[in-house]
Nanobody
Framework: QVQLIESGGGVVQAGGSLRLSCTAS????????TAWFRQGPGKERELVAAISWNDGVSYSAEPVQGRFLISRDNANNTVYLRMNILTPEDTAVYYC?????????????????WGQGTQVTVSS
């Protein structure tokens, strides 16, 4: 059974940082594209960042470029999202997702496996 388990969410003041973790069981993250999505209050779920399975190339959405960094620890089968210079607009539930494909998918429907999400709240 595949499970993606997120952790690291919480409440932080604007300008602060958090690191989210996504640990997998039942699949190997170095063999699959892994992404972080987020869904803010009243908003659609959107892709934040992703890392490819084969060469570790990463993608970041424009609103988080220069502030968020996705990385993978193959030994621990974990993908991280380091979030810096957080703003209240980053407040959302953050989800880890995984997809088997050659290229990094950019739409949520292309992702097969999902975690339960972790809440990030940024106070002003």
């Amino acid at each position: 059974q595949v499970q993606l388990i997120e952790s690291g969410g919480g409440v932080v003041q604007a300008g602060g940082s958090l690191r989210l973790s996504c640990t997998a069981s039942g699949l190997t993250l170095s063999n699959i594209n892994t992404a972080w999505f987020r869904q803010g209050p009243g908003k659609e779920r959107e892709l934040v960042a992703a890392i490819s399975w084969n060469d570790g190339v990463s993608y970041s959405a424009e609103p988080v470029q220069g502030r968020f960094l996705i990385s993978r620890d193959n030994a621990n089968n974990t993908v991280y999202l380091r979030m810096n210079i957080l703003t209240p607009e980053d407040t959302a539930v953050y989800y880890c997702a995984a997809a088997r494909s050659m290229m990094i998918p950019k739409t949520r429907n292309d992702y097969t496996y999902w975690g339960q999400g972790t809440q990030v709240t940024v106070s002003s």
